[in-house]
């Protein structure tokens, strides 16, 4: 007799097995199967374990005889598939720092719901009844099947893609002054990081200048932890305004006319006064040349056209100009009482310009030097003997004479008006 098993094994993992009948005198006598003569069989995994068999074998047993050859087969039922009901979705949160789930669970029939994560193509091997949690935002693939029951096989896995979404947050740049060729400051001590979870810090950003603005970019963000979490989010950028001081210069010059500098020289001196857009420029006093000690010939100290000071602004080119002043020209004026004539040469000139006075008395009659409003500033040189004899010139009424007729006489700043007065001979007063 012969025993086959079709979607299974027997018990000793072959598929067909012969009854032994040797123990029979004679091949005609007819064959009762005793229970241990009909082998227990096995599913393989496809198949159920409610199998059946095409004859019972078990109705051979003591009641039936076999006489011909007979083959009995038993047959393991296929498994059907496990089906997934309601597919999972994806949740697609937004990063918060913390595990979360990347799907709602999916329902199954004939059999249960299992998740694992994989790539875009296959799943991984981790199969799990829980749905996967993941912490970083990125693109994940969840996995799912509908894994059979006892009398079914589990599904085709299927994917969905889900993911962590990032979280948005913005890098500010901040406002700088800078001067013209310098730098700009590029640590992050110049930028805002805002709108990242509790604890997370700007640990890195690059800072720019372009086109008048300081633009930030490549920001790096680091957790409590020091770890790397730039990934997780998703970074807007916001430039600030960059202010560049340019240059300014400004040159003073400074001109001396009909003179010189008090140092002795006359060419024209400058002074660069420099610095930034914004800045106040002003002279020092010690860039103001010191002038009106050296004037060219009859000439006194002058004055400034526009007078230089350490607290004048200056914003553009600037020329200053120092012009000696002429000394005012006086005329002298000799009157006599006539008694004689009287000459002054010259009779007219500067301050300080030696006149010579001459007095002609008649027979008779000797001179003296009368001051009419200018006895404080003048001064005459007269001669005795040939000695040098200063006097001041006698006031109106002194009687005293000056025995040589002729005197100089400087001017003053007010000019001579001298009054020769001619009186009687008489012995001079020693």
């Known amino acids: 007799m012969t025993f086959k098993v079709v979607g299974g094994t027997w018990a000793d993992d072959t598929t067909e097995k012969t009854l032994d009948v040797s123990r029979y005198k004679d091949e005609d006598l007819a064959l009762t199967l005793q229970k241990s003569d009909i082998p227990q069989g096995t599913p393989d995994s496809s198949h159920t374990s409610a199998g059946e068999w095409d004859e019972d074998p078990n109705e051979y047993i003591s009641n039936r005889t076999i006489t011909s050859a007979k083959t009995f087969t038993f047959t393991f039922p296929e498994k059907t598939l496990a089906t997934v009901t309601t597919a999972p979705d994806a949740v697609n949160p937004i990063y918060n720092g913390s595990a979360q789930a990347l799907a709602e669970a999916g329902a199954a029939e004939g059999g249960e719901m299992r998740y694992a994560l994989g790539t875009e193509t296959a799943p991984g091997t981790d199969w799990s009844d829980a749905i996967p949690e993941r912490t970083d935002a990125e693109t994940y693939y969840v996995w799912y099947k509908a894994q059979g029951d006892a009398a079914h096989l589990d599904s085709e896995p299927k994917p969905v893609s889900a993911g962590i979404t990032p979280k948005a947050a913005t890098v500010t740049a901040s406002a700088q002054t800078v001067k013209e060729g310098e730098s700009i400051q590029t640590g992050t001590q110049w930028a805002t990081l805002?709108?990242?979870?509790?604890?997370?810090?700007?640990?890195?950003?690059?800072?720019?200048?372009?086109?008048?603005?300081?633009?930030?970019?490549?920001?790096?963000?680091?957790?409590a932890k020091g770890n790397d979490v730039t990934g997780n989010y998703a970074v807007t950028y916001t430039p600030a305004t960059l202010t560049t001081l340019g240059k300014i210069s400004h040159t003073v010059t400074f001109k001396v006319v009909n003179g010189s500098w008090d140092d002795g020289t006359n060419a024209d001196k400058t002074a660069t006064l420099t610095g930034l857009e914004g800045d106040t420029l002003k002279l020092t006093a010690e860039q103001i040349p010191a002038v009106g000690g050296k004037p060219n010939g009859a000439l006194k100290a002058g004055s400034w056209d526009v007078t230089p000071n350490p607290d004048t602004v200056i914003t553009e080119a600037t020329t200053y100009t120092y012009t000696y002043a002429l000394r005012d020209a006086y005329l002298v004026t000799v009157t006599n009482d006539g008694h004689g004539a009287g000459s002054a040469s010259p009779n007219s000139g500067y301050e300080g310009t030696e006149v010579l006075l001459t007095a002609a008395p008649i027979p008779g009659y000797q001179t003296k030097y009368v001051n009419v409003g200018v006895y404080e500033h003048i001064t005459d040189r007269c001669c005795d003997?040939?000695?040098?004899?200063?006097?001041?010139?006698?006031?109106?009424?002194?009687?005293?004479?000056?025995l040589l007729w002729a005197g100089m006489i400087a001017l003053g700043a007010l000019g001579l008006t001298a009054a020769l007065v001619i009186g009687k001979k008489r012995t001079a007063r020693k």
Request: aromatic fraction near 0%; avoid cysteine; charged fraction near 25%.
């Open 194 to 223: 805002t709108d990242a979870l509790s604890g997370h810090i700007l640990g890195a950003v690059t800072l720019t200048a372009e086109n008048g603005k300081i633009v930030p970019s490549a920001a790096k963000i680091l957790d």
């Open 385 to 402: 003997g040939g000695t040098i004899i200063n006097k001041k010139i006698p006031k109106t009424g002194d009687e005293e004479p000056l």
